[in-house]
């Protein structure tokens, strides 16, 4: 069985990367983190929803010219 002796024994993000531990290991604050992270992800959404849009114009674009093709 392994004893830990202290909080500096233990793995903290600046030793292993793409590991997310919580505020009281790393002494960083989450909510600046959090807030980054949902401001990107909300950007990631608007890029979608306007690629969605474009992809729909440009789809009935297509029909379009297809129909006035076959008259």
Do not use: D
């Amino acid at each position: 069985m392994v004893t830990i002796k202290g909080a500096k024994y233990l793995r903290t993000m600046r030793q292993a990367k793409s590991y997310r531990s919580c505020r009281t290991v790393t002494g960083l604050p989450m909510l600046g983190l959090e807030l980054s992270r949902i401001c990107r992800e909300e950007v990631a959404l608007v890029n979608r929803e306007l690629r969605r849009q474009w992809l729909e114009e440009a789809w009935k674009i297509h029909l379009s010219r297809g129909a006035r093709r076959q008259g």
